[in-house]
């Protein structure tokens, strides 16, 4: 499986935007990049997924590298109940499983 | 329209016991996975089926089995439990496997083996 390349921990404050990194220098031409993200005590939460252009919906917004090999995922207004573990995925077109790495950990500040 | 159902919520069983987790996916959605999610592994693949047939299969011990049913539910079952057997089983269900597909979790049944 493709690897994907995340910060451990990333700090924002309420209201403002959070733009979440994460590096797939060895993406395949097929693999969909995905986000999800789990609250504590919950299962995860799909967020949003893109191929190559950007992309949005009432969550967030994706922005995927011309090249590919990286692509940010931005909360436009983190709110407390932001506060996750967010994890970037690549999938392939015929993937049928998801492998999670350690994601990124966002903690949001009053 | 109603999410993905894991039951039980929580369990509690004793080693060499047995245990069988349910998943009831979203209506009309015919792949499920199932993942295990420990503090020191983290979330990790057990096995994927799509109209009641196993395609693919992480790395666990032959004590994890599963199985789907006609209407797309599927339960896993572990036998011979063990300590190290304590974690959280999630289930995940998409309407189709594959990257263009997003995949969809239940809450998840914690399993707490003494």
């Known amino acids: 499986d493709a690897k994907t390349t995340q910060p451990n921990s990333m700090e924002s404050n309420e209201e403002e935007p959070v733009h979440l990194p994460c590096n797939h220098s060895?993406?395949?031409?097929?693999?969909?990049i995905h986000w999800y993200r789990q609250l504590p005590s919950q299962g995860p939460e799909y967020v949003i997924h893109?191929?190559?252009s950007n992309v949005n919906n009432r969550m967030a917004s994706l922005a995927i590298a011309e090249d590919r090999k990286s692509s940010t995922l931005i909360l436009h207004r983190a709110t407390l109940r932001d506060a996750a573990v967010y994890y970037c995925?690549?999938?392939?077109?015929?993937?049928?499983?998801?492998?999670f790495g350690k994601g990124t950990l966002l903690t949001v500040n009053p | 329209k109603a999410g993905v159902t894991q039951t039980p919520r929580y369990l509690i069983k004793t080693r060499g016991q047995q245990v069988t987790l349910s998943c009831s996916p979203i209506?009309?959605?015919?792949?499920v996975s199932w993942y295990q999610q420990t503090p020191g592994q983290g979330l990790q693949f057990l096995f994927e089926?799509?109209?009641?047939?196993?395609?693919n299969k992480g790395n666990f011990p032959g004590r994890f089995s599963g199985r789907q049913f006609s209407n797309s539910r599927s339960e896993m079952n572990v036998s011979t439990l063990e300590l190290g057997d304590s974690a959280l089983y999630l289930c995940?269900?998409?309407?189709?496997?594959?990257?263009?597909?997003?995949?969809?979790f239940g809450q998840g049944t914690r399993l707490t083996v003494v």
């Open positions: 995940a269900s998409s309407l189709v496997a594959g990257g263009a597909t997003e995949a969809f």
């Open positions: 060895t993406i395949s031409g097929t693999d969909y």
């Open positions: 893109g191929l190559t």
């Open positions: 995925i690549l999938r392939g077109g015929s993937n049928y499983k998801l492998t």
């Open positions: 209506s009309g959605h015919r792949s």
């Open positions: 089926y799509f109209s009641e047939t196993q395609r």
